[in-house]
């Protein structure tokens, strides 16, 4: 008898301790868009305090983190109603499991190359220069994420490049590296070629 009624006492109990746990984890789930949200709306207002005028042509230094800032805005807004809305549709109820889709497991391995390879870039930049290090960079990251066709890889490294050199140097006027010996010249080559330089 007794142990029936502590059993009956365990089952009503793990309900409420599954539900307390569901609502951290939507808590969880909705902090971090929230997060990034509010922080992309306040952080423009803490950039580039200075009386100093902007003196030149293009969109000037705090252009490229503005936009950064409204893209990582309007991606955490993105992201926040995805989350309320599978809320409401009870996928992520409180208490409700949440299991992975098929082939879709984290990777610890490929998440510590990233970051090698994030590491590396940075390291490598005033060595080998913004285009050579950007190129290079997009190139192992599509290799890494599992494109690895050369008529889809080569393509989109070279055209990001340009796109992020047009961006830097063309509209921000951000003095990026060009490297040091032959990759400055190879750098300069390629500015050239693109009409920034």
């Given at each position: ?170 509209l921000a006027l951000m003095p990026l590296s060009r490297g040091q010996g032959i990759f400055d010249r190879i750098s300069i080559a390629m500015l050239q070629l693109l009409g920034i330089y």
């Amino acid at each position: 008898m007794n142990r029936s009624a502590g059993g009956e006492r365990e089952a009503e109990a793990l309900p409420g301790r599954s539900s307390r746990q569901g609502w951290a984890s939507l808590v969880l789930h909705l902090i971090a868009p929230a997060s990034f949200f509010v922080a992309a709306l306040v952080l423009p207002a803490f950039m580039l305090n200075t009386t100093r005028p902007f003196r030149g042509s293009g969109l000037g230094p705090a252009a490229w983190p503005q936009v950064m800032l409204a893209l990582i805005a309007v991606c955490a807004a993105i992201w926040l109603v995805q989350e309320l809305l599978a809320l409401r549709r009870g996928r992520q109820a409180p208490g409700a499991a949440e299991a992975a889709p098929p082939g879709e497991v984290y990777s610890y391995a490929k998440a510590l190359t990233g970051l090698a390879m994030i590491v590396a870039y940075g390291w490598l930049l005033p060595v080998i220069g913004f285009p050579i290090a950007t190129a290079s960079f997009i190139a192992l990251w599509c290799v890494l994420g599992g494109v690895r066709k050369p008529v889809a890889v080569v393509p989109l490294s070279l055209v990001g490049t340009g796109v992020l050199l047009w961006v830097f140097m063309g509209l921000a006027l951000m003095p990026l590296s060009r490297g040091q010996g032959i990759f400055d010249r190879i750098s300069i080559a390629m500015l050239q070629l693109l009409g920034i330089y």
